[in-house]
């Protein structure tokens, strides 16, 4: 749809950026500036997944830092330049790290560097995570 359309234009611009030699932190703050429709939108406009919904929802709006850099919507009431309590984003993402390690090791998957991977949102919503996928060893 046109959401999936865009963002898959927004990360192809992005990547191409990345391997030109481009600052990837400026390049995350020019991407959250960008404004498409939230894939996780059903046709009523309210959040398909909302009880589970993924972290960056979960912390949308509130002041955050990530590699040392913070950050704040610019749709908030929260002023530009001004001292905020900000939530490490960077300790959240290791954490989900070692978790989907964690994950990947309990289920013996043979894809032992798949918890470096990211998934956006939009992939994750069409991706069957099967045994298959996830790399699960069959016993024998």
């Known amino acids: ?17 990345v391997k030109n030699g ?22 009523d406009n309210l959040c398909v997944l909302y009880e589970h919904r993924p972290i960056t929802c979960r912390v949308y709006g509130i002041p955050t830092s990530t590699a040392g850099v913070s950050h704040i ?3 908030t009431n929260f002023v530009q330049g001004e001292p905020y309590p900000t939530l490490n ?6 954490q989900l790290q070692l978790l989907s390690a964690e994950l990947i090791r309990d ?29 699960v060893k069959k016993n024998g």
């Open 107 to 135: 289920i013996n998957s043979e894809n032992i560097k798949m918890h470096e991977m990211l998934v956006p949102v939009s992939m994750a919503l069409v991706t069957d995570f099967n045994e298959t996928y996830l790399g």
């Open 22 to 43: 481009a600052d990837q932190l400026e390049i995350v703050g020019q991407m959250s500036q960008e404004r498409v429709r939230c894939p996780l939108l059903g046709a």
């Open 73 to 75: 919507c610019g749709r």
């Open 89 to 94: 984003m960077d300790k959240i993402y290791s």
């Open 1 to 17: 749809d046109k959401t999936d359309r865009a963002l898959v234009k927004l990360k192809r611009e992005a990547y191409k950026r």
